[in-house]
């Protein structure tokens, strides 16, 4: 705040004095206040949409119908610590927890799109009546946006479909019921995810084309692909979307230093499948498609590394380990079964505390680095990420063999078995998640030029993917394990455990989420800033990883075996043209920071090459172009070059000075 200069008071004579001043003398000027420059006033925004919803059962006879609710979102400057996310509502409970999530992800979402610090702004929706779903996602999210930027939004508009973290827009269900209920509201524009021109009437059970029932009511529906195309069509302004610089490519050191450690993985799975052959014909049988598996990823690295690729070719190389590793100590274990019982095999998997101890000396090694540029704090945050999938999976095969040991009498052989084979799974997965991140700190560290980030930064954006990840999990919850719940009758609790058992995404997200809530670690004692990494890692997994179950069991509709494993899409347009905007946003956001974050890149480049693989590799690709996406708007915002590439590229009109007051500074 500027402030006053002191001006001195004019000095008085006493009051006993005569002042003799010469009749041609001139009086002195009156003192003049040196006038104060305000401190700019930031103003917020508020901005009312059009919420959709469907209701079952809300007829007499029972059938689908569809509706429109205003909502108005408010988004004002503050300067208390920590994200604040408010709601108002005329009803009791009449936010249902997948609306609320979804108001979270807008927020969040927004900051991200926006490069805004979330803790420097309170988000407020307000709603009339009653809604649940997780629909409104990308709407909340332009509603959010407008408020921040100073737009408009018709009132004759509306909007349905989720967001994801590159700004693609995902698909939703019962469209058809709510271009039925937009139309008798008088909506006139109506946009959906693209992949979706055609859904299912929940009331004929017929697939119906969107377009057209839109167009038989009065309503234009468009399908959109992501926020910016929505935003413009909504508003009609251009959503600041800053361009990066084309093509980044790794130092050829690091090219270089990349192949050499795929050749060192490729020579591990080749000792891997050696010693499994040493086993006997029985045992080999066992795990023949294991090894094939890993001997055919084998080969893709090899290719790679004759194309010169190298970030590909180490992809594929500890992706073989990953195959081979397990196989060939499930091989071991079935081994000394078959030759000396059940008992050896728990002696065995017990004897694997060493995996404990390499997890123990990485964390040692995060907590002593010194981090010295942005990229290295990119690259550490990542590390830590992967050093939490592997403390998961080691706490997970701790607490199951210490129930194992208690209650192996008690259980028939078949099932101790079993258990024994998750157990080394658990033990082996940690190992190479560890080794995977040591050659990641290997490679990575010790590039790039600009200052790292500051402590507050750090904190700053661990609490939004946090805040990010938490939402996603609870929209989540909310609509596949609430919907498997109900379908089988059974409490949430159950189900959630039953997939965290399934599915390993899920379980990862969990641990993780639980962890960046704590913010703590009993792996090693950790600083101030380090425990600032570990919290980003920790929530950078939370968010990702409950993105990708949102788009594999609500989005996409992913089709699943007994494994769940996938096998295809419902959705498979919706796939494609994630992809492709995936692989742009990826590309785009890459080239923001001055410096390029080598993890991002490493990313993006792998995520090329999986993304014409299988339904398996697909959802990997996906995953991968988000990542990169993430870990490249990290940077931009420690460094504050997302903020200022935002900034340059506002359209006029648009509230500049919000964006300014709230945006991160970087040093």
């Known amino acids: 705040m500027a402030t006053a200069k002191a001006v001195a008071p004019p000095t008085v004579a006493p009051a006993t004095a005569t002042a003799v001043v010469p009749a041609t003398a001139t009086a002195a000027p009156a003192p003049t206040a040196v006038p104060v420059t305000p401190t700019p006033v930031v103003q917020g925004g508020k901005v009312t949409i059009n919420t959709l919803y469907v209701c079952e059962g809300c007829t007499s006879d029972g059938k689908a119908t569809g509706g429109t609710e205003p909502a108005t979102i408010t988004v004002a400057p503050k300067t208390t610590s920590g994200v ?178 795929a050749s060192t993985w490729l020579a591990t799975n080749a000792s891997n499948e050696s010693r499994a052959k040493s086993f006997s ?82 964390y040692d090694r995060l907590r002593a680095q010194d981090t010295k540029t942005a990229s290295d704090a990119v690259t550490l945050m990542d590390a830590y990420s992967n050093a939490i999938i592997a403390e998961h999976s080691v706490a997970d095969g701790d607490a199951q063999t210490a129930a194992l040991v208690k209650n192996a009498a008690t259980m028939k052989d078949s099932d101790v078995i079993d258990a024994l084979f998750v157990i080394n799974d658990d033990y082996t997965n940690a190992e190479t998640f560890v080794d995977v991140t040591t050659t990641e700190l290997d490679l990575f560290l010790g590039q790039g030029s600009g ?77 101030q800033s380090q425990q600032a990494y570990y919290v980003l890692g920790a929530a950078l997994d939370t968010y990702a990883l409950s993105t990708e179950l949102i788009a594999k069991y609500y989005s996409l509709d992913a089709q699943l075996d007994k494994n769940f494993d996938i096998t295809g899409y419902g959705r498979e347009t919706a796939l494609v043209s994630m992809l492709n905007l995936g692989q742009k946003s990826a590309d785009s956001a890459l080239g923001i920071p001055k410096d390029v974050p080598l993890p991002a890149l490493y990313y993006a480049d792998n995520a090329d090459f999986s993304r014409n693989g299988d339904a398996g590799q697909q959802m990997d690709a996906m995953f991968y172009y988000w990542q990169s996406t993430i870990l490249s708007k990290v940077m931009a915002n420690m460094t504050g070059e997302w903020g200022q590439k935002i900034q340059s590229v506002v359209a006029p009109g648009q509230n500049a000075r919000l964006l300014q007051a709230s945006a991160y500074k970087g040093n």
Not at 152 to 159: E, L, Q, S
Not at 219 to 240: C, E, F, M, R
Not at 304 to 313: F, H, R
Not at 326 to 333: G, N, T
């Open 451 to 527: 200052s790292p980030p500051s402590l507050d930064t750090l904190n700053g954006l661990g609490e939004l993917l946090r805040q990010a990840g938490q939402a996603n999990l609870a929209a989540f919850n909310a609509t596949t394990v609430a919907d498997i719940a109900q379908q089988y009758n059974v409490r949430d609790e159950v189900v959630e455990q039953r997939l965290a058992n399934l599915d390993g995404v899920y379980a990862d997200a969990l641990y993780a989420s639980q962890l960046a809530a704590q913010q703590t670690t009993s792996k090693s004692q950790l600083t």
């Open 84 to 261: 604040s996310v408010l709601f108002g509502n005329s009803e009791v409970g009449g936010m249902g927890n997948q609306w609320q999530a979804a108001a979270w992800t807008a927020a969040v979402q927004s900051a991200l799109l926006l490069g805004l610090d979330p803790s420097k702004l309170s988000f407020t929706y307000q709603y009339q009546g009653r809604v649940d779903g997780p629909s409104a996602g990308a709407l909340l999210t332009i509603g959010t946006l407008a408020a921040i930027l100073g737009d408009t939004i018709p009132k004759d508009f509306a909007m349905t479909g989720t967001i994801n973290p590159d700004g693609t827009i995902g698909p939703v269900g019962g469209i058809p019921h709510k271009i039925d209920g937009a139309a008798k509201a008088g909506i006139k524009t109506m946009l959906v995810p693209v992949g979706q021109r055609t859904d299912l009437d929940e009331n004929t059970k017929q697939m119906v084309d969107l377009v057209r029932r839109g167009q038989d009511q009065g309503v234009n529906v468009q399908l959109v692909s992501n926020i910016y195309d929505a935003y413009q069509i909504a508003t009609g302004k251009a959503l600041p979307q800053p361009q990066g610089a084309a093509n980044p490519s790794f130092p050829s050191a690091v090219s270089d230093k990349m192949s050499a450690q």
């Open 281 to 362: 014909a029985e045992v080999q049988k066992q795990f023949a498609a294991d090894m094939s598996a890993a001997d055919k990823t084998a080969q893709a690295a090899n290719q790679a590394l004759q194309e010169g690729n190298a970030p590909v070719a180490l992809e594929r190389a500890e992706e073989a380990v990953q195959t081979s590793l397990p196989a060939e100590r499930d091989a071991e274990l079935y081994q000394t079964i078959v030759d000396r019982g059940v008992k050896a095999g728990i002696a065995q998997v017990q004897a694997s505390s060493s995996t404990e101890d390499k997890l123990n000396a990485l």
